[in-house]
């Protein structure tokens, strides 16, 4: 059930009003990242109510202990965490003596937080009266720089509006910090070393266990009225606490600024031995350009960012809000320019599914980078797959595969799977062939023939021999079969012959087939390198041709559908409409067994399949399935709605596709999963773009040739959107009159409902 926290604004989120069951909500929805760290939108000053405090470092974890009530032979050994870092933005405030709290003041008023999301900015204000005779009121910036990846700042200010008072500031990094999903309660870090000086605060740390080299820096200075600062902090440490402290009288009609800058050094980019000099170069050249200019230059960056992937929608302010929202999210969680960095579901804003890499990234947010960034971006999408494939190897012998067999892992933050539940560690195969298909989307894309040779086909024929092994023929129906599975549906376990697995399995080994011969064919060197390299076989290929000619696919006994799995019919098949809805969503009301017996479906299963490979469906078939399906789907996976858009839109049904698109996009706004606490759905939001390039805006890759469709939902006036393909920037603006579709590629094939477009 959807919630409205947020007033709608085309570019900005904004929260009126201080409410304590709210809190956390807004931690979430208001994180920050910059690719390379984030935070959630925790208080700098302490706050004595509920909150989720969090600080994270992109590739940085730690590998904790797997708990399981009874161990199964090929269970992963541990559960990869993004760890909560050290929180270095905390300023604890004090007043005449009496802490800064929001949770115990007399009165909290005026209470304000907005995220500008065109400048990647977030401010809060407040007033606060702290007793009878003194009132104060608090304005703070913060933004982490997409110009400096490891710098971070804030502006604190403290305006006096009634009374005269001592202030205390206490500028802090706090290195005693724990996971919230810990499932020991083990500490992560090992706090080596301390700099505590005037000019610099740093914490240098290392991970038990994965050994990760972090410092943890800050450096504050505060102002008075005038802009003149004032020195002579004290200094202090108590367990793993380092701080910066000053006293400051203010008279009634005062104001100051605390201005801190703080972030990351990461060992993965760094010596350790280098932490301090790098450290003391990012805080001196901030200081010397001042927080004018550091915003001045982040917002232009974030110009940039936006010129490439803003979605205009004219006439619908919820809807533009959104999509913004999303996207704003996408470029703060990943810039590409690290191939050892990927895109967890919750990206920086939660502790949530770990951190950890899923098939979401090439199901649903390469396309998403691929078109808004240069091609290199999307590479290092596929090429962290490709260095990982002999941990994909290694999981796959732990299962029992042979002969360079590789199963991709479904949670990783190395390559190894780390994940416990054996209904998705064991069965959830159809993860494989979400990277074999972002192979193919990524070359159909991009153009780039080059993937493939140098790196992609090793992956490919990993995968196919694990497909080769994990079927097996089935004497009784005369054909290939896959048994003991989960698919994208994880409301049914255990299945046998699951569609969508078959399908992709089917279409993965042929795939690879192909493209082995294209290798041979063209890049005859390449080839050779590769054959000796995996101990290839020619007779590998002849029984993948037979696996491909005799895969089994269940269907309807009488209707033209294929099932979902062998036993569906023997469901009570209803309607999620006659759930009650005092029982949604169901994962949350329901035990797991009425769950796996119930009919209803998680995300879209078979029709991830029909969107996956829409050129080998025609409409008729593709709209008998979406009326079969769709009704029995409660879309508790935040990967469904935006997929069911796309869909809708293909079939022309544009009311039920503005429906599913507004849901997709306000997912985290309107906290349609009542979840929101935990974290924002950050691979969602790729979906959520795709619901709208791909659905209202009709965009097919065709041989080579871009094909655009665009059909406006009755609340739009008009849209317009820009994608990057093969290095062409390419403009689309539909409105109820006119569709314009520009660039300035004349060897560039457009069409635009079918009719050829010039280059302009």
């Not at 085309?10 to 069951?21: H, L, M, T, V």
């Not at 956390?24 to 909150?51: D, H, P, V, W």
């Not at 703070?140 to 205390?168: C, D, H, P, W």
């Not at 797991?592 to 025609?618: H, T």
Request: glycine share 6%.
């Amino acid at each position: 059930m959807k919630k409205s926290y947020f007033k709608v604004d085309p570019w900005k989120i904004i929260k009126n009003g201080f409410d304590e069951d709210h809190v956390k909500a807004c931690e979430s929805i208001f994180s920050l990242g910059n690719g390379f760290m984030g935070q959630r939108a925790n208080f700098e000053e302490q706050y004595s109510g509920k909150t989720y405090q969090g600080s994270y470092i992109g590739g940085v974890y730690y590998p904790d202990k797997t708990k399981v009530g009874w161990w199964k032979n090929g269970y992963p050994k541990y559960f990869a965490k993004v760890l909560n870092a050290p929180n270095w933005i905390g300023i604890n405030i004090r007043i005449a003596g009496i802490p800064l709290d929001l949770n115990r003041c007399v009165e909290v008023s005026n209470f304000r937080r907005e995220l500008d999301m065109k400048r990647g900015i977030y401010k809060r204000s407040f007033n606060l009266k702290i007793s009878t005779d003194i009132q104060v009121a608090v304005n703070v910036t913060r933004f982490l720089s997409m110009v400096e990846s490891s710098l971070g700042v804030i502006n604190y200010q403290i305006i006096m509006v009634k009374g005269n008072a001592e202030i205390e500031i206490d500028s802090f990094v706090d290195g005693d910090i724990k996971n919230y999903d810990s499932n020991w309660d083990d500490p992560f870090w090992d706090h080596k070393t301390k700099i505590i000086s005037e000019e610099l605060l740093l914490l240098q740390s290392k991970t038990f266990k994965s050994n990760f080299d972090v410092a943890t820096y800050a450096q504050t200075q505060l102002f008075d009225k005038n802009g003149l600062s004032i020195g002579n902090f004290t200094l202090t440490e108590k367990n793993h606490v380092i701080s910066q402290k000053k006293k400051h009288k203010m008279a009634e009609g005062d104001s100051c600024t605390i201005l801190k800058f703080g972030g990351y050094i990461n060992g993965m980019n760094h010596n350790f031995n280098e932490f301090k000099n790098i450290a003391q170069k990012i805080v001196s050249k901030a200081i010397s350009k001042g927080f004018d200019k550091l915003v001045e230059e982040h917002i232009q960056s974030w110009n940039e960012i936006w010129d490439q992937s803003d979605i205009k929608i004219k006439g619908d302010d919820k809807a533009q809000q959104a999509i913004r929202f999303n996207i704003f999210q996408l470029n703060q969680t990943y810039n590409g320019a690290d191939a050892r960095l990927n895109i967890g579901p919750k990206g920086f804003t939660g502790e949530k599914y770990g951190g950890s890499t899923y098939w979401d990234t090439e199901a649903f947010c390469l396309p998403f980078y691929m078109a808004t960034k240069n091609q290199n971006v999307a590479r290092n999408l596929l090429k962290y797959r490709y260095d990982q494939l002999g941990k994909a190897i290694e999981n796959a012998e732990k299962l029992g595969f042979t002969n360079g067999a590789a199963l991709y892992p479904m949670v990783t933050m190395n390559g190894e799977e780390c994940h416990n539940e054996w209904e998705i560690t064991f069965e959830e195969i159809h993860r494989n062939g979400a990277i074999a298909y972002a192979i193919f989307n990524y070359e159909r894309y991009t153009g780039d023939k080059s993937y493939i040779p140098e790196m992609g086909l090793e992956v490919l024929i990993g995968i196919a021999r694990f497909w080769a092994q994990r079927v097996n023929y089935s004497e009784f129906r005369k054909a290939y079969v896959i048994l003991g599975v989960t698919g994208p549906n994880e409301y049914e376990n255990n299945i046998n012959n699951n569609w969508y697995t078959n399908f992709i399995c089917h279409w993965s080994l042929k795939y690879t087939l192909e493209q082995i011969v294209h290798v041979k064919d063209q890049f005859s060197n390449d080839w050779e390198v590769i054959k000796s390299k995996l101990n290839w076989k020619d007779i590998e290929a002849d029984r993948w041709k037979d696996i491909v000619d005799k895969m089994y696919f269940p269907k309807h006994p009488y209707q033209d559908i294929f099932l979902q799995q062998d036993n569906f019919l023997d469901k009570n098949l209803m309607p999620a409409s006659a759930i009650n809805k005092d029982q949604r969503p169901i994962n949350q009301h329901w035990s797991w067994d009425r769950i796996l017996r119930s009919p209803f479906i998680k995300q879209a299963d078979v029709l991830q399949g029909f969107y996956f490979f829409e050129d080998q469906f025609d409409k008729t078939s593709l709209e008998r399935h979406f009326n079969f399906y769709e009704p029995l789907t409660v879309h508790e996976s935040s990967l469904s709605p935006c997929i069911h858009s796309i869909l809708a839109m293909r079939l022309g049904k544009k009311d039920k596709a503005y429906d599913f698109y507004l849901q997709t996009s306000r997912l985290d706004l309107d906290d349609y999963n009542n979840e929101l606490e935990e974290g924002l759905h950050i691979t969602s939001m790729a979906g959520t773009w795709l619901s709208i390039i791909e659905g209202f805006g009709g965009l097919r890759i065709i041989n080579d040739q871009i094909h655009i469709n665009p059909a406006l939902p009755d609340a739009w006036e008009a849209f317009s959107f820009k994608i990057n393909f093969r290095g062409t920037i390419v403009k689309v603006e539909a409105s109820e009159e006119k569709i314009s579709v520009t660039h300035n590629n004349r060897d560039l094939i457009v069409y635009c409902n079918g009719s050829l477009i010039n280059s302009n």
